[in-house]
Nanobody, 129 residues
């Protein structure tokens, strides 16, 4: 059974930093592109960042470029999202996802919950102004 377990969310002031982690089990981790999506209250789930399994190619939502960094550890089956310079508009539930699509294709899916294979339960990130 595949499990993706996120951790590291919380409440932070604007300008602050958080580090999200996702631990994966039950899948051949090295084969999967790993990504982060987020869903703010009343809004659709949106792409944040992704990293391919081979070559470590990364893609980012434009509004987080330069502030967020995704990285994976294939030996530990984990993926992290370092978030710096947080803004109130970054407030959302952040989800870890795994799929066999490339990072570029993951970044443009129209209906993430149905188009991407595995999801974690999410972790809340709240940025106060």
């Amino acid at each position: 059974q595949v499990q993706l377990a996120e951790s590291g969310g919380g409440l932070v002031q604007a300008g602050g930093s958080l580090r999200l982690s996702c631990a994966a089990s039950g899948l051949a981790f090295i084969k999967y592109t790993m990504g982060w999506f987020r869903q703010a209250s009343g809004k659709e789930r949106e792409f944040v960042a992704a990293e391919t399994s081979i070559g470590y190619s990364t893609y980012y939502k434009d509004s987080v470029k330069g502030r967020f960094a995704i990285s994976r550890d294939n030996a530990k089956n984990t993926v992290t999202l370092e978030m710096n310079g947080l803004k109130p508009e970054d407030t959302a539930v952040y989800y870890c996802t795994a799929d066999l699509k490339t990072a570029q294709r993951m970044s443009v899916v129209r209906d993430p919950p149905s188009e991407l294979q595995f999801w974690g339960q999410g972790t809340q990130v709240t940025v106060s102004s």
